[in-house]
Protein backbone atom coordinates (compact mmCIF):
# COMPACT_ATOMS: atom_id res chain seq x y z
CA UNK A 1 0.00 0.00 0.00
CA UNK A 2 1.90 3.44 -0.99
CA UNK A 3 1.02 6.73 -0.32
CA UNK A 4 0.31 8.90 -3.60
CA UNK A 5 1.77 12.37 -4.85
CA UNK A 6 5.72 11.86 -2.86
CA UNK A 7 8.68 12.20 -4.94
CA UNK A 8 12.10 10.81 -2.81
CA UNK A 9 14.80 13.17 -3.12
CA UNK A 10 17.15 10.81 -4.75
CA UNK A 11 20.05 12.72 -2.31
CA UNK A 12 18.10 11.74 1.00
CA UNK A 13 19.12 8.84 2.93
CA UNK A 14 15.72 6.85 3.79
CA UNK A 15 15.41 4.15 6.44
CA UNK A 16 12.38 1.07 7.17
CA UNK A 17 11.14 0.63 9.89
CA UNK A 18 9.91 -2.62 11.36
CA UNK A 19 6.78 -2.56 14.36
CA UNK A 20 5.63 -5.62 16.12
CA UNK A 21 2.40 -5.20 17.65
CA UNK A 22 -0.01 -7.37 19.98
CA UNK A 23 -2.92 -6.37 22.00
CA UNK A 24 -0.98 -5.07 24.98
CA UNK A 25 1.97 -3.51 23.62
CA UNK A 26 4.50 -2.91 20.67
CA UNK A 27 8.48 -2.56 19.69
CA UNK A 28 9.71 -0.71 16.68
CA UNK A 29 13.16 -0.67 15.15
CA UNK A 30 14.55 1.62 12.04
CA UNK A 31 17.15 0.53 9.66
CA UNK A 32 18.79 1.49 6.53
CA UNK A 33 17.13 1.71 3.71
CA UNK A 34 20.01 -0.97 2.45
CA UNK A 35 18.58 -3.52 4.52
CA UNK A 36 21.73 -3.60 7.10
CA UNK A 37 21.29 -5.64 10.13
CA UNK A 38 22.59 -3.25 12.30
CA UNK A 39 19.43 -0.47 13.16
CA UNK A 40 19.73 2.87 14.04
CA UNK A 41 17.06 3.20 16.55
CA UNK A 42 15.17 0.69 18.34
CA UNK A 43 12.73 0.72 21.50
CA UNK A 44 12.31 -1.78 24.24
CA UNK A 45 8.60 -3.23 23.87
CA UNK A 46 5.82 -0.49 25.15
CA UNK A 47 2.85 -1.84 27.13
CA UNK A 48 -0.32 0.09 26.91
CA UNK A 49 -2.77 0.64 29.58
CA UNK A 50 -5.66 -1.62 30.06
CA UNK A 51 -8.41 0.42 28.14
CA UNK A 52 -6.72 0.07 25.29
CA UNK A 53 -6.28 -3.56 25.44
CA UNK A 54 -8.19 -4.71 22.41
CA UNK A 55 -8.53 -3.56 19.14
CA UNK A 56 -12.03 -2.10 17.91
CA UNK A 57 -13.15 0.29 15.24
CA UNK A 58 -12.77 2.47 18.12
CA UNK A 59 -9.20 2.14 18.26
CA UNK A 60 -7.68 4.93 17.20
CA UNK A 61 -6.61 6.34 19.94
CA UNK A 62 -5.11 2.87 21.09
CA UNK A 63 -3.00 3.48 17.56
CA UNK A 64 -2.44 6.65 17.99
CA UNK A 65 0.20 6.09 21.31
CA UNK A 66 2.33 3.97 18.67
CA UNK A 67 2.19 6.84 15.95
CA UNK A 68 2.99 9.53 18.71
CA UNK A 69 5.73 7.85 20.17
CA UNK A 70 7.21 6.47 16.60
CA UNK A 71 7.09 10.50 14.88
CA UNK A 72 8.81 11.66 18.59
CA UNK A 73 11.94 9.60 17.74
CA UNK A 74 12.02 10.04 14.36
CA UNK A 75 10.88 11.66 11.26
CA UNK A 76 8.65 9.62 9.48
CA UNK A 77 9.12 11.23 6.31
CA UNK A 78 12.86 9.22 6.11
CA UNK A 79 11.35 6.02 6.05
CA UNK A 80 10.70 4.76 2.38
CA UNK A 81 9.25 1.22 3.78
CA UNK A 82 7.29 0.24 7.13
CA UNK A 83 6.82 -3.48 8.00
CA UNK A 84 3.67 -3.99 10.31
CA UNK A 85 3.91 -7.53 11.96
CA UNK A 86 0.63 -8.43 13.67
CA UNK A 87 0.69 -10.71 16.60
CA UNK A 88 -2.57 -12.79 15.84
CA UNK A 89 -4.63 -16.51 16.16
CA UNK A 90 -6.42 -15.45 12.80
CA UNK A 91 -4.60 -17.47 10.15
CA UNK A 92 -4.65 -20.55 8.17
CA UNK A 93 -2.45 -22.55 5.92
CA UNK A 94 -4.21 -24.26 3.14
CA UNK A 95 -2.08 -26.79 0.59
CA UNK A 96 -2.11 -24.56 -2.68
CA UNK A 97 -3.34 -26.96 -5.09
CA UNK A 98 -6.78 -25.90 -3.00
CA UNK A 99 -6.56 -22.39 -2.77
CA UNK A 100 -9.11 -19.80 -4.18
CA UNK A 101 -9.09 -16.06 -2.80
CA UNK A 102 -12.14 -15.82 -3.55
CA UNK A 103 -13.15 -18.43 -0.74
CA UNK A 104 -10.39 -16.73 1.42
CA UNK A 105 -12.44 -15.23 4.02
CA UNK A 106 -15.08 -18.42 4.23
CA UNK A 107 -12.35 -20.91 4.83
CA UNK A 108 -10.70 -18.68 7.50
CA UNK A 109 -14.32 -18.22 9.18
CA UNK A 110 -13.92 -21.89 9.64
CA UNK A 111 -11.51 -21.64 12.20
CA UNK A 112 -11.62 -18.06 13.44
CA UNK A 113 -14.44 -15.85 14.72
CA UNK A 114 -13.69 -12.44 12.45
CA UNK A 115 -14.42 -8.95 13.54
CA UNK A 116 -16.88 -7.03 11.02
CA UNK A 117 -13.51 -4.67 10.30
CA UNK A 118 -11.38 -7.52 9.80
CA UNK A 119 -9.31 -7.36 6.67
CA UNK A 120 -8.53 -11.01 5.28
CA UNK A 121 -5.54 -11.30 2.63
CA UNK A 122 -3.06 -14.71 1.65
CA UNK A 123 0.42 -15.03 1.18
CA UNK A 124 1.68 -17.72 -0.72
CA UNK A 125 3.94 -19.70 0.62
CA UNK A 126 6.26 -21.58 -2.41
CA UNK A 127 8.15 -23.63 0.01
CA UNK A 128 5.48 -25.37 1.87
CA UNK A 129 3.35 -25.76 -1.09
CA UNK A 130 0.43 -23.66 0.80
CA UNK A 131 -0.99 -20.60 1.26
CA UNK A 132 -0.93 -18.69 4.87
CA UNK A 133 -4.68 -16.83 4.54
CA UNK A 134 -5.02 -14.44 7.66
CA UNK A 135 -6.84 -11.51 9.13
CA UNK A 136 -5.71 -7.86 10.10
CA UNK A 137 -7.97 -5.29 11.70
CA UNK A 138 -8.20 -2.56 9.73
CA UNK A 139 -8.02 0.14 12.04
CA UNK A 140 -4.09 -1.19 11.71
CA UNK A 141 -3.87 -1.37 8.18
CA UNK A 142 -6.14 1.76 7.44
CA UNK A 143 -4.53 4.01 9.93
CA UNK A 144 -0.42 3.23 9.31
CA UNK A 145 -1.03 3.68 5.27
CA UNK A 146 -1.70 7.65 6.41
CA UNK A 147 1.64 7.51 8.11
CA UNK A 148 4.05 5.39 6.13
CA UNK A 149 4.46 6.27 2.09
CA UNK A 150 5.09 2.14 1.88
CA UNK A 151 3.13 -0.29 4.45
CA UNK A 152 3.33 -4.08 4.32
CA UNK A 153 1.62 -6.15 6.55
CA UNK A 154 1.74 -9.80 7.57
CA UNK A 155 0.86 -11.56 10.98
CA UNK A 156 3.60 -12.91 13.35
CA UNK A 157 3.50 -16.29 12.12
CA UNK A 158 4.73 -15.30 8.84
CA UNK A 159 7.88 -14.71 10.21
CA UNK A 160 7.99 -17.41 12.02
CA UNK A 161 7.61 -19.78 9.39
CA UNK A 162 10.20 -17.58 7.31
CA UNK A 163 12.68 -18.37 10.61
CA UNK A 164 12.34 -21.66 10.04
CA UNK A 165 14.25 -22.03 6.41
CA UNK A 166 16.88 -20.34 7.88
CA UNK A 167 17.36 -22.59 10.87
CA UNK A 168 20.21 -25.59 10.42
CA UNK A 169 18.65 -27.96 13.32
CA UNK A 170 17.39 -31.31 12.95
CA UNK A 171 14.11 -30.37 14.53
CA UNK A 172 12.64 -26.74 14.60
CA UNK A 173 10.87 -25.29 17.28
CA UNK A 174 9.64 -21.65 17.58
CA UNK A 175 7.10 -20.12 19.70
CA UNK A 176 6.12 -16.37 20.60
CA UNK A 177 3.91 -16.18 23.64
CA UNK A 178 2.71 -12.50 24.65
CA UNK A 179 -0.60 -11.02 25.38
CA UNK A 180 -2.32 -14.28 26.27
CA UNK A 181 -1.57 -16.04 23.05
CA UNK A 182 0.84 -18.38 21.90
CA UNK A 183 2.18 -19.02 17.84
CA UNK A 184 3.48 -22.37 17.49
CA UNK A 185 5.69 -23.20 14.44
CA UNK A 186 7.60 -26.83 14.27
CA UNK A 187 9.53 -28.57 11.32
CA UNK A 188 11.38 -31.52 11.02
CA UNK A 189 13.78 -32.57 8.43
CA UNK A 190 10.87 -33.49 6.32
CA UNK A 191 9.42 -30.09 6.38
CA UNK A 192 6.92 -28.26 8.60
CA UNK A 193 4.82 -30.41 10.61
CA UNK A 194 2.51 -27.64 13.06
CA UNK A 195 1.48 -24.10 12.67
CA UNK A 196 -0.72 -23.00 15.12
CA UNK A 197 -2.26 -20.70 18.39
CA UNK A 198 -3.49 -21.17 21.54
CA UNK A 199 -5.01 -19.24 23.90
CA UNK A 200 -2.90 -19.41 27.50
CA UNK A 201 -3.11 -17.62 30.30
CA UNK A 202 0.55 -17.30 31.26
CA UNK A 203 4.21 -18.88 30.17
CA UNK A 204 3.89 -22.25 32.08
CA UNK A 205 0.77 -22.97 30.34
CA UNK A 206 2.06 -21.56 27.16
CA UNK A 207 5.11 -24.15 27.52
CA UNK A 208 3.04 -27.02 28.07
CA UNK A 209 1.37 -26.78 24.31
CA UNK A 210 4.57 -26.71 23.04
CA UNK A 211 6.10 -29.69 24.96
CA UNK A 212 2.94 -31.73 24.65
CA UNK A 213 3.24 -30.43 20.44
CA UNK A 214 6.82 -31.29 20.86
CA UNK A 215 6.04 -34.69 21.96
CA UNK A 216 3.52 -35.32 19.87
CA UNK A 217 5.69 -35.36 16.39
CA UNK A 218 7.90 -37.59 18.42
CA UNK A 219 10.29 -35.04 18.85
CA UNK A 220 12.61 -35.40 22.13
CA UNK A 221 12.34 -31.98 23.57
CA UNK A 222 15.69 -32.46 25.70
CA UNK A 223 17.41 -32.84 21.86
CA UNK A 224 15.78 -30.15 20.78
CA UNK A 225 16.71 -26.11 20.29
CA UNK A 226 13.41 -23.83 21.65
CA UNK A 227 13.38 -20.33 19.50
CA UNK A 228 10.97 -17.56 21.32
CA UNK A 229 10.47 -15.13 19.17
CA UNK A 230 9.78 -12.56 22.11
CA UNK A 231 12.11 -12.33 25.33
CA UNK A 232 10.69 -13.83 27.91
CA UNK A 233 10.95 -13.21 31.85
CA UNK A 234 13.81 -14.68 33.15
CA UNK A 235 12.26 -16.79 35.67
CA UNK A 236 9.77 -18.29 32.19
CA UNK A 237 13.27 -18.89 30.63
CA UNK A 238 15.06 -21.02 33.21
CA UNK A 239 11.25 -22.89 33.06
CA UNK A 240 12.17 -23.58 29.43
CA UNK A 241 15.56 -24.98 30.29
CA UNK A 242 14.07 -27.79 32.02
CA UNK A 243 12.55 -29.38 29.12
CA UNK A 244 15.25 -28.43 26.28
CA UNK A 245 18.52 -28.33 25.60
CA UNK A 246 18.62 -25.03 24.93
CA UNK A 247 16.24 -21.83 24.68
CA UNK A 248 17.24 -18.69 22.76
CA UNK A 249 15.52 -15.86 21.87
CA UNK A 250 15.95 -13.72 18.37
CA UNK A 251 14.44 -11.11 16.52
CA UNK A 252 13.16 -11.17 13.27
Do not use: W
Not at 22 to 49: H, V
Not at 127 to 156: C, G, H, Q, W
Amino acid sequence: MEKAAYKADSSQVLYRISIQIDLSGFSFNIYKEDGAKKYLYSTARENFDTAYSSFSYAGKDFLDRISSRIERSFDCDKIAEAEISFHTEKFTLVPLEFYSRSFSKGLLEKMHRLDQYDEVDSIVLEDEKAVLIYALPSVVTSYFVNVFRKVNFTPSVYHFLKKMHGMKEYNKVIADYRSGLLVLVIADFTGLQLCNSYHASDFKTALYYIVSAVKEYNFNPEQSLLVLMSVPAEGDRVLAMKYFYDVVTTDR
